[in-house]
């Protein structure tokens, strides 16, 4: 079942890939399925991205149950549950370990509204606290510092971004890794200054109200 939404995030894991947003098997992509939103497609554990097959992709439940697939499931389903679990804006959710972001959340910093993509993901990513790869730990931790976001740093260990979808959790990761990369450039010439608050707020209601294509007939 969910047949072409698996080929769809076999596709997306190709591309962050491709990307280098991740090195080998590392990270992990999931999108939330089924007519009520009540499973979640989940990649597998340790198999390169483009040798993964429909086949292959786990469909899971809400109680971490695998409901279809022979696979194990990447280590880190469990983060990736939680956060369908509290979200029901969430449909679709890609971790990486990609350079820049990573480096930041190394350094337990958190990347603040340096620019529009940051505003516009909810505003400052957060660093959510070190807990071992794969536990429930790290899952409730990430929930923690995500909040109502669209994004989160993992304490030594790499990014997430939760979307509306595969489409958009791709492009936000991404755009989020260029930031985290200009953030550190800024950084090392000299004092950061994030935008403020009051213009990230005017940003966002302009970019909710006027951007994009008008839908005709509305
Ligand atoms: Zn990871």
């Given at each position: 079942?969910?047949?072409?939404?698996k080929m769809q995030l076999i596709e997306y894991g190709i591309k962050v890939?491709?990307?280098?947003?991740?090195?080998?098997?590392?990270?992990?992509l999931?999108?939330?399925?089924?007519?009520?939103?009540?499973?979640?497609?989940?990649?597998?554990?340790?198999?390169?991205y483009?040798?993964?097959?429909?086949?292959?992709?786990?469909?899971?439940?809400?109680?971490?149950?695998?409901?279809?697939?022979?696979?194990?499931?990447?280590?880190?389903?469990?983060?990736?549950?939680?956060?369908?679990?509290?979200?029901?804006?969430?449909?679709?959710?890609?971790?990486?370990?990609?350079?820049?972001?990573?480096?930041?959340?190394?350094?337990?910093?958190?990347?603040?509204?340096?620019?529009?993509?940051?505003?516009?993901?909810?505003?400052?990513?957060?660093?959510?606290?070190?807990?071992?790869?794969?536990?429930?730990?790290?899952?409730?931790?990430?929930?923690?510092?995500?909040?109502?976001?669209?994004?989160?740093?993992?304490?030594?260990?790499?990014?997430?971004?939760?979307?509306?979808?595969l489409?958009?959790?791709f492009?936000?990761?991404?755009?989020?890794?260029?930031?985290?990369?200009?953030?550190?450039?800024?950084?090392?010439?000299?004092?950061?200054?994030?935008?403020?608050?009051?213009?990230?707020?005017?940003?966002?209601?302009?970019?909710?109200?006027?951007?994009?294509?008008?839908?005709?007939?509305?």
């Open positions: 079942m969910f047949e072409a939404e890939f491709k990307s280098g947003l991740v090195q080998g098997t590392g990270g992990n999931s999108q939330r399925v089924g007519s009520e939103g009540q499973y979640y497609l989940m990649t597998p554990s340790g198999i390169d483009d040798s993964i097959e429909p086949k292959d992709v786990l469909v899971m439940d809400m109680n971490g149950s695998i409901v279809e697939g022979e696979r194990s499931p990447s280590i880190e389903h469990g983060m990736h549950r939680e956060v369908y679990k509290h979200r029901e804006d969430i449909n679709a959710i890609i971790h990486t370990h990609s350079l820049y972001a990573t480096a930041l959340s190394i350094a337990r910093q958190p990347l603040p509204e340096i620019e529009s993509t940051i505003v516009l993901m909810g505003g400052s990513i957060e660093v959510a606290e070190f807990a071992r790869h794969g536990s429930m730990e790290l899952a409730r931790n990430v929930v923690k510092a995500l909040s109502n976001k669209k994004a989160v740093l993992m304490a030594n260990h790499g990014l997430l971004v939760a979307e509306k979808n489409e958009r959790a492009k936000g990761c991404l755009g989020i890794e260029q930031c985290a990369h200009m953030y550190i450039l800024a950084r090392s010439i000299g004092e950061v200054c994030p935008i403020d608050s009051e213009k990230c707020d005017e940003l966002r209601e302009y970019i909710r109200t006027s951007y994009g294509q008008k839908k005709k007939g509305n």
